[in-house]
Nanobody, 125 residues
Framework: VQLVESGGGSVQAGGSLSLSCAASGYTSNIYCMGWFRQGPGKGREAVAGFSSRSVSTQYADSVKGRFTISQGNAENTVYLQMNSLKPEDTAMYYC????????????????????WGQGTQVTVS
């Protein structure tokens, strides 16, 4: 399984960006998808994820009300709409996919994901 992110860039505080992630390869292995990020000098943290085979969504407290995760019409495509961006949202954003079902807040735990993209940079000034 390969995950490819796109849509990163530079934006001023208060602006918006939309990230995309497309999975290819043996995608029948994929159950849930999510987004994580790693800011400068920080560890990787969860942003948002689907759980229970995309029935429900989970968000990190820091992005609730500002970011929205959604699925595309194409199978195994996921988006992250980011509004009201803040400088602290500056990070490399990674798409992730799981090989098994994820329930509830486990969608925000990186240990539940097996596949990772290369990341796309988001810079907010």
């Amino acid at each position: 399984v390969q995950l490819v992110e796109s849509g990163g860039g530079s934006v001023q505080a208060g602006g918006s960006l939309s990230l995309s992630c497309a999975a290819s390869g043996y995608t029948s292995n994929i159950y849930c998808m999510g987004w994580f990020r790693q800011g400068p000098g920080k560890g990787r943290e969860a942003v948002a994820g689907f759980s229970s085979r995309s029935v429900s969504t989970q968000y990190a407290d820091s992005v609730k009300g500002r970011f929205t995760i959604s699925q595309g019409n194409a199978e195994n495509t996921v988006y992250l709409q980011m509004n009201s961006l803040k400088p602290e949202d500056t990070a490399m954003y990674y798409c992730a996919a799981s090989r098994g079902l994820i329930f509830g807040l486990n969608a925000l735990r990186d240990s539940y994901y097996s596949y990772w993209g290369q990341g796309t940079q988001v810079t907010v000034s």
